[in-house]
């Protein structure tokens, strides 16, 4: 049974509100691992996100690569949990 063990949260500057749903995504994780990296270790850390195709990314906008090769530097794996079954994100 999954649980959270930490909440965090912050508001978009005013560039950050024009993003994409995508960049969203992936500036709230940015901001997740930077936040926590400290507790991370050398474990694998599972993050539960739409943003799978990260590491294989090939040619997008310039802000997602750079954010992608930043994440690269942490051992995370990425696992999606489909709408209907995650009602962990309901809370």
């Known amino acids: 049974m999954l649980h959270p063990i930490a909440?965090?949260?912050r508001l978009f500057d005013k560039h950050q509100e024009?993003?994409?749903?995508?960049?969203?995504e992936c500036v709230a994780l940015l901001h997740l691992?930077?936040?926590?990296?400290?507790y991370f270790g050398t474990e694998s850390i599972?993050?539960?996100?739409?943003?799978?195709f990260l590491k294989?990314?090939?040619?997008?906008?310039s802000?997602?690569?750079?954010?992608?090769?930043?994440?690269?530097?942490?051992?995370?794996?990425?696992?999606h949990i489909p709408g209907k079954l995650n009602v962990l994100a309901d809370f």
């Open 63 to 79: 802000k997602l690569l750079r954010w992608s090769l930043e994440l690269q530097e942490y051992n995370l794996e990425v696992r």
């Open 33 to 38: 691992v930077r936040m926590f990296s400290v």
């Open 46 to 52: 599972i993050v539960l996100s739409p943003l799978q």
């Open 7 to 9: 909440y965090f949260s």
């Open 18 to 24: 024009s993003y994409t749903t995508v960049e969203k």
């Open 56 to 61: 294989s990314m090939g040619k997008h906008n």
